[in-house]
């Protein structure tokens, strides 16, 4: 997959190559670019905002910017088959969640549009609709001060997803969310800890019993922490036993 960031606070994406990503990005599973905003300016102070339109507090990012970049960014690659999706990070949007993560998995190319301010005048994401698909995605009901942060979010969301970043695909498969219930919880050695020991059927070595066990902890938490979660799941993913708890 190819991943470009286009910002105009470039260094707030250096996580990016750290760790796991890090490492999906050496072992070239996934490809990042990195670009500065300001390289589209053409004026001495190098501005990127302007006042809005009818007033308001804040400043809005302006379309003779964000226009030449997001052309240059996105125009066609000899390695990339057509158009990237351009994702545009902004509290305004639809939520981003697991499904929206393994969606984007899909894609071979992601460009993300970071916004900062009041957000980047609204011409510019119906323009590039025109040539390529558009999602304005929110990571949460919070403000941020700009979409770095839930770009750096998304992509590690979207990132392990991908065959080969994680040692154990397993892990991808199991979390929490794949099956629409929160993960229940682990325990690792020793067996007992400051008088707390780790639950029997863990160390049973029954293994239906443990699957058991594991499936009512995730459902049993799920109802206590999340409950619209268990709302929204279709009763078809319920087994007799899940219904009884
Ligand atoms: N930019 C500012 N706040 C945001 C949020 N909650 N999600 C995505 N982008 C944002």
């Not at 990005?25 to 670009?35: A, K, W």
């Not at 066609?76 to 993560?101: H, K, M, W």
């Not at 594991?214 to 999340?226: A, E, L, M």
Request: charged residues 30%; hydrophobic residues 40%; aromatic residues 6%.
């Amino acid at each position: 997959m190819r991943i470009d960031v286009i910002t105009i606070f470039p260094e707030y994406l250096d996580p990016l190559r750290a760790a796991l990503l890090g490492k999906a990005i050496d072992r070239g599973l996934i490809e990042v670019g990195v670009h500065d905003l300001r390289d589209w300016t053409h004026d001495v102070h190098r501005a990127v905002d302007d006042s809005p339109y009818g007033g308001g507090p804040g400043m809005v990012m302006k379309p003779q910017v964000w226009g030449p970049a997001l052309s240059d960014v996105c125009a066609p690659r000899p390695d990339r088959e057509g158009p990237p999706t351009l994702i545009v990070p902004t509290p305004a949007g639809r939520r981003f969640d697991q499904r929206t993560a393994e969606e984007l998995a899909g894609c071979s190319w992601l460009v993300f549009a970071c916004g900062r301010y009041e957000g980047i005048d609204e011409r510019v994401v119906q323009d590039a609709a025109e040539r390529m698909p558009v999602r304005e995605l929110s990571i949460g009901d919070y403000v941020l001060v700009g979409g770095e942060v839930a770009v750096l979010t998304m992509v590690e969301a979207v990132s392990r997803l991908l065959p080969g970043v994680l040692g154990n695909p397993a892990s991808a498969q199991e979390d929490s969310f794949s099956d629409g219930l929160l993960e229940g919880p682990s325990y690792t050695r020793p067996e007992v800890w400051r008088d707390r020991p780790v639950p029997e059927v863990l160390r049973s070595g029954n293994h239906a019993a443990i699957r058991r066990w594991r499936r009512d902890q995730s459902i049993v938490r799920t109802y206590h922490r999340r409950p619209d979660l268990l709302a929204a799941l279709d009763e078809a993913a319920l087994d007799k036993h899940d219904r009884r708890l």
